[in-house]
């Protein structure tokens, strides 16, 4: 097993532990993004939204991953999103 492997199961356990937190499921969203497992990346950025709703980098992130997954209207969709949240889109 690889190291971003053992952090994925590592950031799993401590999320078992502590469901609400955002931020680890950023940090594991990110690691499944790095091993190409996609479809549990975007998983991860959906639930870091319902859990932060306002979080710019988690529509960012998800927008990557959506790119990478060849799923380009939901990527432009989560650009919007996070461009509105910063006051840049009307």
Same mark, same amino acid.
């Given at each position: 097993?690889? #190291? !971003?492997? $053992?952090?994925?199961?590592? /950031? ?12 680890? /499921? &950023? %940090?594991?969203?990110?690691? /499944?993004?790095?091993? @190409? ?5 975007? $998983?991860?950025?959906? #639930?870091?939204? @319902? ?12 927008? &990557?991953? /959506?790119? %990478?997954?060849? !799923?380009?209207?939901?990527?432009? %969709?989560?650009?919007?999103?996070? %461009? ?7």
């Amino acid at each position: 097993m690889g #190291r !971003q492997e $053992e952090a994925i199961n590592d /950031y799993s356990r401590i999320i078992e532990a502590s469901p609400g937190d955002a931020l680890l /499921y &950023m %940090k594991r969203g990110m690691l /499944y993004a790095n091993t @190409g497992k996609y479809d549990r990346s975007i $998983e991860d950025f959906t #639930r870091a939204i @319902g859990l932060s709703p306002d979080n710019r980098r988690a529509y960012l992130s998800r927008a &990557m991953v /959506y790119r %990478k997954a060849g !799923q380009t209207g939901l990527a432009e %969709k989560d650009e919007e999103t996070a %461009k509105r949240m910063n006051g840049i889109a009307r």
